[in-house]
Structures are given as C-alpha cells and as structure tokens.
C-alpha cells in the first residue's frame, strides 16, 4: 500500500471510528483500526464485535493495499502531525506502516488485515430512507434515558418501531421513559420492531453531520444486526434480543395539574438544584401553586436538602392550570430532559405525589417523557 492523503483528513477518520474500538480485548486486532485502499479511497475501520464503524476519506492512492494498526497510537501520531500531506506505505514482510508528514517519520508495527473481522455492507435497495438532521435529534431526545445497567440488556437499549409512515423509538430505564416519534417520506415495506444498543444510536447521532443528508437504515436478514449508512459513514451495530417493557401502558391519559414554565429558566434551576441535591439522593421537591388564595402569580419552588451539603430553594415564574401539588423528582433526569428540548417552553403534567409526571414541549406532540415521582421524606 502507497497513499497520499491529508492531515485533517485522516485526524478526523480516525477520530470518527475509534469509538468503536474494543478497550478490553482478548483479541489483539480489535484494539486495532483497519487501514486499507477501497476505489480510490482510503477506508478505516474499527469495531468492537458489537459495533463497527466504517468511514472513507479522500486519498491519492498509488498502490493497493491493507493493514490494522494499533488504535491509540495511531490517532495520538495523525492528531499531533502538522497540518500536511501524509504519506502511508506498507512493508507488506514486516506489516509495518511508514508515516511521513513533513519531517516527521514514523513506522508503526501492525496485524494483516486477514486477521480483522468482516464488516457486512448493507443491501441499499432494501432500506429504510431516513432525513438525517430528523433522525438525530430523534436519537439525543430518547436514547439519554436507556439503562446503563448490563443486567437487563432490553433496557439498554432504544426500541424502534413502525406503523405505516410513523416512526417511533423509545428508551427507559425503568425510571424514566423518553418517547419520541416522526413521520417518514414513505412507509417502510416491512414492519419494523428492533431494539438497538442506546451506545450505537448515540454513537450515530455523534458521527452524523447536521443536514439535509439522506441516511439508510438496513437490516441484513437473519444476522440480527442493522446498518445505518451515511455518504461516507457506515455503522454496524448487534441488536439486542427480547421483548421491550409495554411503555404505553404506563404513560397516563389524563392530568389534574398543567405547568407551563420556560424550558431555559426551569433548565437553570434544576442545574442550581441538583448542585445540592448530587450529594444525597439527587432528590427534588417541586412545589407547585397555581395563582389565587392570595397568590398574585402562579409559582413553582424547586428545593433540594443535602445533610452534607445544605439547602436550596429557587422559585420559577409558571402558568399553573389545576390544583396545587407537592411532588419530588430526580433532579438529574429532569435537567436531562430540559437540555434536549428545543421549544422556549415545557409543560410539566402531574397528578398526585405518587404518580409518574409528564414533561413534554408545548406545541409539540411529538416528544414525550414520563419522569417517575421520588419518595418524600
């Protein structure tokens, strides 16, 4: 192998695939990225078993060829070249590559190609045509609230399913559940119902470029894998096997209270909150009063109690619609939800302290989270 290609460029191939690289690997070649000529370009990937990430850069190619080289060093030795053109050349006896850049010379002992896992290329005509900006912002409302806990599999991951032209994807860890749905150019040809690692899907959100780029979702038959496939981006991930919780069940029809607050301001005061309420149990009261019996405006009091740390209150303007409640939440979960809310307001929809709550944008009936009330004390 002999190419020509640039710094930035390869700086930032790299970067896009090393998250796919395996840490804690029994197999030497997975803490490696594959380096290989593919038509005229210059393709790097890496993958995990459970997720591989593909992408394709511009490059001057004089010969052909194919090798994996250790991951960390190789994204540490391209970031800190000068912004040139770099030369790769392969000693196909020794599997070394040669980087030059300037005046910088580098060799770099690596593993044959042969000896990297197979990443399957997705079958186009059998896809799923995704706006890519849409399917992003999809992805940063619901996979935040997936299970970071291994012990239920289901649950860390984002279910995605379809009905006609509507497409919906949801994630809970058993807390909280983050629904989110969209409707698609045209209706997929076969039903869809897969759960898909919340990792992977972030993983895409973070590779995927704002937009109006078109992404194809595939699902190779019988491999129980799906492809996701950008212009020069490819990620593969496993799906998770077994039956998602019935969500639907849970989110409640009715609500006796309705707070509209300003997304920003209701955003600073959790930030404020949970500076105290970290130290405990991530505890928040909110004390919601609608205007009347004396009040001139409708409020709602934010208030965190640490026995290590101290106390907070920190009252929020509010429209209040409906009788007055005291209910606690998780403060984490409730500023997680506010950062990926777009609209300049958010209604929050309760019912009793010991009932799950509703956070979702006003005027938008496409996103939904239920937050499940804390104890209080």
Request: proline share 5%; net charge negative.
């Amino acid at each position: 192998m002999k190419a020509t290609v640039k710094q930035q460029q390869l700086a930032h191939g790299v970067n896009v695939v090393v998250r796919a690289v395996s840490p804690r690997s029994t197999l030497p070649v997975l803490s490696n990225i594959l380096v290989k000529t593919d038509e005229g370009r210059l393709r790097l990937s890496a993958t995990n078993l459970e997720m591989g990430i593909t992408t394709w850069i511009g490059a001057d190619i004089q010969e052909e060829g194919a090798i994996t080289v250790p991951a960390r060093t190789f994204v540490d030795l391209v970031s800190n070249l000068p912004s040139e053109k770099i030369l790769l050349s392969l000693d196909t006896h020794t599997k070394t590559l040669n980087v030059r850049c300037g005046t910088s010379i580098t060799d770099l002992k690596g593993i044959d190609a042969e000896e990297f896992p197979p990443i399957p290329e997705p079958d186009l005509s059998n896809g799923i045509s995704l706006n890519v900006a849409n399917f992003k912002e999809m992805i940063q409302q619901v996979a935040f609230a997936a299970s970071t806990d291994e012990a239920r599999p289901v649950l860390t991951g984002v279910h995605i399913t379809s009905d006609g032209e509507k497409l919906s994807m949801a994630a809970t860890d058993g807390f909280r559940i983050s629904v989110r749905t969209s409707v698609l150019a045209e209706a997929p040809a076969n039903k869809l119902d897969a759960i898909i690692p919340a990792r992977a899907m972030s993983e895409l959100a973070r590779i995927a470029t704002d937009g109006e780029e078109t992404l194809m979702m595939s699902f190779p038959s019988e491999r129980g894998q799906v492809i996701f496939h950008l212009k020069d981006v490819e990620l593969v991930s496993q799906l998770i096997d077994g039956n998602f919780p019935d969500y639907k069940a849970i989110i409640p029809q009715n609500f006796k209270t309705k707070t509209v607050l300003s997304t920003g301001g209701m955003l600073k005061a959790c930030k404020q909150a949970e500076i105290i309420a970290r130290e405990g149990t991530n505890v928040a009261r909110l004390d919601i009063q609608p205007e009347g019996e004396g009040k001139k405006s409708a409020t709602l009091e934010i208030t965190a109690i640490s026995e290590q740390t101290g106390s907070s209150e920190i009252t929020v303007d509010a429209s209040v619609d409906g009788t007055p409640l005291l209910v606690a939440f998780n403060v984490r979960f409730m500023r997680e939800v506010l950062e990926v809310i777009k609209t300049s307001n958010v209604l929050l929809e309760t019912n009793a302290a010991n009932t799950p709550g509703m956070i979702r944008p006003v005027g938008d009936e496409e996103f939904k989270h239920i937050i499940m009330p804390m104890h209080i004390g």
